[in-house]
């Protein structure tokens, strides 16, 4: 699950090898291998260093496999450190993630914040395997600011 421009991929890697960790005040639950769960209030997810909290999540399996997950809130949030020890924090209305094809799309308010800069918007799609981030395109304009690099220290 699991965002800037001027960074290369921001998922830690090993983190889809981690187990993932569910908890939600109530679920509508079937655990077979085709099947939606619907968790509702207080949804958080953790799987290795990704962090995701949400009023509701559906998870939809196919196969026995996670093909999409659909958190929906106030905002929702999701935040995760990258390969190179760099958090990132994203927050939106919905955010729909799609591990087959690892894209991550989200909607609604849109903010993604990292060391480097931020990321605002009204529609945003994450390319997780290449980094890429997609910005507007649905008549709403986007916004970025980014950081000077920092000077090394000695």
Known sequence: ???LATAPVLAKS????????IGADR??????????????????????TMEVDADKAEIHRRAGEIDRIVLTG??????????????MDAQARQ??????????VLTGNVE??????????????????TGRLDGGGDGQRVSM??????APTN
Do not use: F, H, W
């Open 95 to 104: 955010i729909v993630y799609t591990p087959p094809n690892e894209m991550m």
């Open 112 to 129: 993604i914040q990292q060391p480097r800069g931020n990321l605002r918007g009204e529609t945003i799609k994450y390319d997780i395997a």
């Open 74 to 87: 106030a905002p929702a949030r999701l935040s995760q450190i990258s390969d190179q020890g760099e958090r």
């Open 27 to 48: 679920t509508d639950a079937l655990l077979g291998d085709d099947s939606v769960s619907t968790l509702e209030g207080n949804v958080r997810i953790r799987q290795g």
């Open 1 to 3: 699950m699991c965002l």
């Open 145 to 150: 600011r980014i950081l000077p690099k920092s």
């Open 14 to 21: 090993s983190d889809r090898d981690q187990p993932m960790d």
